[in-house]
């Protein structure tokens, strides 16, 4: 049976610049669908899988954050004083034991591998999680949860997979599929952003990561990939190389790719409409507008 994996690393440093202007003095993670922030989805996902230890990567300019999972003393005094009961349980979602959350700086935007790498010296010999806060995913159990499960009866290595349109590949992480069964892929091979004439399938990778600590050392490389980036994709790929064994595993959900504007004002839809206290009015507000959309 696999060993329980209960790390995951966050890549928050990038500096989010389709969202400028609003990145200029605020992170991505911390723009809010509904009335939470990114990161708070991305969090709270990862403690519904079992995660106890929580590593951020971040980079200059990501105060935010560090402050977000801090206490808010003065707040929650003035709370307490109001009666307001109801909001600091909200608050408490935002709470961290006091030493589970770690930051590590990347100090130079050098790609998501070269991110993942940084938190190397926190992970030592245990399988880890990978969460790209970016990939908002709806789902009634959540995604990495489902993950860990299928993990439980692998091991190896596990991404998130997930059809996408064959002219959309050159944006993802693509696999190349041996054997499907059921929501399980054996994978033979991994391209990170080919063209779609080149493309092994349109089988994407989101943003979620069961994987084993060679991948870290295969990292120490630092071989330059797609987009002259250090890539998460190739250091997985080494491991089929390697024969280590590598899985897809099609999750139940629907995902948001919030890193693209057009996807954060579909998730802010779909999210303020699974909230009971939104639902009616922002249902007749789309009745109204979508006859007399062109
Ligand atoms: C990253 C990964 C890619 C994956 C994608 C999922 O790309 O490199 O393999 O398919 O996330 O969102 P990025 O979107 O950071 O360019």
């Known amino acids: 049976m696999a060993n329980k994996v209960t790390t995951a690393i966050f890549p ?15 992170p991505k993670e911390i723009m809010t669908l509904v009335d939470r922030p990114l990161i708070q989805y991305a969090i709270d996902e990862a403690r519904a899988a079992g995660i106890t230890e929580f590593i951020f990567v971040t980079s200059r300019g990501k105060g935010a954050l560090e402050d977000y999972f801090d206490l808010a003393p003065n707040l ?31 100090h130079k935007a050098l790609g998501l591998g070269h991110a993942v790498w940084c938190a190397r010296r926190l992970i030592g010999d245990q399988p880890f999680a990978v969460i790209l806060p970016d990939d908002v995913i709806s ?25 996408v349109a064959p002219e959309r590949t050159s944006s993802y992480g693509i696999l190349d599929v041996e054997r499907e069964d059921g929501n399980l892929l054996d994978i033979k091979g991994m391209v990170e952003k080919p063209r779609a004439e080149e493309s092994p399938s349109n089988l994407a990778v989101i943003g979620r990561y069961i994987l084993s600590p060679s991948v870290l050392r295969n990292l120490d490389e630092m071989k330059q990939g797609a987009g002259g980036e250090i890539q998460l994709t190739d250091a997985i790929a080494a491991e089929l190389d390697q024969g280590r064994k590598v899985y897809g595993y099609r999750f139940a959900g629907q995902r948001f790719d919030c890193g693209s504007k057009s996807g954060f004002l579909q998730a802010t839809v779909a999210y303020g409409l699974a909230r009971p206290e939104l639902r009616d009015d922002l249902a007749a507000y789309l009745k109204d507008i979508v006859p007399n959309l062109a």
């Open 12 to 26: 928050v440093a990038g500096m989010g610049t389709r969202f400028l202007p609003a990145t200029k003095s605020v």
């Open 139 to 163: 789902a009634e159990k959540p995604c990495l949860q489902q993950m860990v499960e299928a993990y439980e009866e692998t091991g190896g290595n596990m991404v998130a997979a997930m059809e």
């Open 76 to 106: 929650e005094e003035e709370l307490r004083r109001k009666g307001k009961k109801d909001l600091l349980e909200v608050l408490e979602a935002t709470n961290m034991d006091s030493g589970a959350i770690a930051y590590i700086r990347q």
